[in-house]
């Protein structure tokens, strides 16, 4: 199952089957373009594969791959490993690397490619490096969703909400893996080549919001229209929409799931017992449910993620503790502070003192180990968000 989610999520195969790419000319959708010499610059968790299906396919002037820590980038390329999902020096190195091929390099189009995590692996923020990560920390913790979080960040960068795209010479090409719920454009990756829809004031209100109103000042306006054609080449709902071909009487729900990890954990519950007293909506099959919960924490936490709380919570609310299966993976392979992908229940009671210490606790993979549930797939390069899948038997 988890090969045939990363297999449904892979970024070089969903390019593939999306783009027409030559060595002088693309065409994906209705749109088509001319080159001779192209830039890339791929930032996210997808970027390798990303980068990999263009530098497979054009030689561009220059190229900058961004990835995570932990991953491993073989391109003849300038590669930066930096901190997600924290900012850190090597963040500000490849924002400010970004900014000199910008500036400096003869190029007739940008291949920008976006994917999930570049919020934090590029930046250059508009106040020290130690204040940006104070703010971020808080707004990671707040449970307030990617969007408003995204607000502020591009608020605070000098490339974020569109800021890159205007330091083009030439035009941009964005193609995105989405790891955002509904796809918003100028949300994902703070969208760095999109028009921003929002303002400084939404910024101000959200940091009043979190007490943080002392850097209201600092807040910089982002553009409202830019030389750029985006496009989207995989989302959540693709791979849901693959695993319905080999899952049992699939019924797929929603691929734009927020809200609490726990509320979520605890609707699942509700379908499971739903389908154990009244057979409905049937008596076997398949839930198919993607997008990202939030997990809003206060104080100290332990090793915690979306889907360990989204695991647990089912199990708490769950009446009959057998015929089911539940999957819940994170397709970038990190879930939380964790080093899992997420976890994978099979007709399991674990004793509901211990689910609430640990949900207590924020610690749901410590006490998803000592019951061997976990799921470690490493760096997957990709990420569309999270997959649940319940299976009734």
Do not use: W
Not at 74 to 79: A, F, I, K, T, Y
Not at 303 to 314: D, I, M, P, Y
Request: charged share 25%; glycine share 8%; net charge neutral.
């Amino acid at each position: 199952m988890i090969r045939q989610i990363l297999r449904l999520a892979d970024p070089y195969t969903a390019l593939s089957k999306k783009i027409s790419l030559s060595r002088n000319s693309i065409k994906i959708e209705n749109f088509e373009l001319n080159f001779t010499r192209p830039l890339i610059i791929a930032v996210g968790k997808a970027s390798y594969k990303m980068a990999k299906f263009f530098l497979d396919r054009v030689k561009p002037v220059q190229s900058l791959v961004v990835s995570p820590y932990g991953t491993k980038i073989d391109l003849d390329s300038n590669v930066i490993y930096a901190g997600h999902p924290q900012v850190d020096e090597n963040s500000i190195k490849a924002g400010e690397m970004a900014e000199k091929l910008l500036k400096e390099e003869d190029y007739d189009v940008l291949f920008f490619l976006l994917s999930g995590g570049a919020s934090a692996l590029m930046e250059v923020p508009v106040i020290s490096l130690n204040e940006y990560r104070k703010i971020n920390d808080i707004l990671i913790k707040s449970g307030l969703g990617i969007k408003n979080i995204n607000i502020v960040r591009k608020h605070l960068s000098k490339l974020k909400g569109g800021k890159l795209a205007m330091m083009s010479k030439a035009p941009v090409v964005s193609l995105i893996i989405s790891d955002v719920p509904g796809n918003n454009l100028d949300t994902i990756g703070s969208g760095y080549t999109v028009a921003d829809s929002s303002t400084v004031v939404d910024a101000s209100k959200i940091l009043n919001q979190m007490d943080l109103s002392q850097y209201s000042n600092f807040l910089i306006e982002s553009p409202k229209q830019v030389n750029s054609f985006n496009f989207i080449v995989l989302d959540n709902m693709d791979v849901l929409k693959g695993l319905r071909d080999f899952l049992p009487n699939p019924l797929l729900l929603t691929s734009e799931v927020s809200g609490e990890a726990k509320d979520l954990g605890k609707f699942l519950a509700s379908i499971h017992n739903s389908i154990n007293d009244y057979k409905l909506p049937f008596e076997a099959g398949t839930i198919l449910i993607g997008g990202e919960p939030e997990v809003t924490i206060s104080g100290k936490s332990g090793k915690g993620g979306r889907n360990g709380e989204v695991a647990l919570s089912f199990l708490k609310n769950i009446r009959k503790k057998k015929d089911f299966t539940l999957y819940a993976i994170a397709t970038d392979g990190i879930d939380g502070n964790s080093e899992y992908a997420g976890c994978i229940l099979k007709d399991i009671d674990i004793p509901e003192e211990e689910i609430n210490a640990h949900l207590k606790q924020h610690s749901s993979y410590e006490l998803l180990e000592k019951y061997s549930l976990t799921v470690n797939t490493g760096p997957t390069y990709t990420n569309v968000n999270n997959i649940y899948i319940l299976i009734e038997s």
